[in-house]
């Protein structure tokens, strides 16, 4: 069984930065694709950066400048460096990732979601 942790919300004042951590936990698998979502309260879940396994990436036009994504294939983790951060900011966020094993080929993964605030 495939887990991804999440670590590194908390609250943060205006301005301030927060970096995220999302390891895959578990044996005999292969990461493709990995992302960062986030959901404020009353609003859709939205995608906020991606990494393809050639670490191309890609980012919500809100969070250009400002996050970024980056991956540690050794140690199956993704990370979000949050710089600049506004109260707009505030959400709970989720990793993603597209997990390959040869018993099932490739499935989606969610971790259970840290909580940013961003707050003064």
């Known amino acids: 069984q495939v887990q991804l942790v999440e670590s590194g919300g908390g609250l943060v004042q205006p301005g301030g930065s927060l970096r995220l951590s999302c390891t895959a936990s578990?044996?005999?698998?292969?990461?493709?694709?990995m992302g960062w979502y986030r959901q404020a309260p009353g609003k859709e879940r939205e995608s906020v950066a991606a990494?393809?396994?050639?670490?191309?990436?890609t980012y919500a036009e809100s969070t250009k400048g400002r996050f970024t994504i980056s991956r540690d294939n050794a140690k199956n983790t993704a990370y979000l460096q949050m710089n600049s951060l506004k109260p707009e900011d505030t959400a709970v966020y989720y990793c993603?990732?597209?997990?390959?094993?040869?018993?099932?080929?490739?499935?989606?993964?969610w971790g259970q979601g840290t909580q940013v605030t961003v707050s003064s």
């Open positions: 993603n990732a597209h997990i390959f094993r040869i018993s099932y080929g490739e499935r989606e993964y």
């Open positions: 578990g044996s005999g698998f292969s990461i493709g694709a």
């Open positions: 990494i393809a396994g050639s670490d191309l990436t």
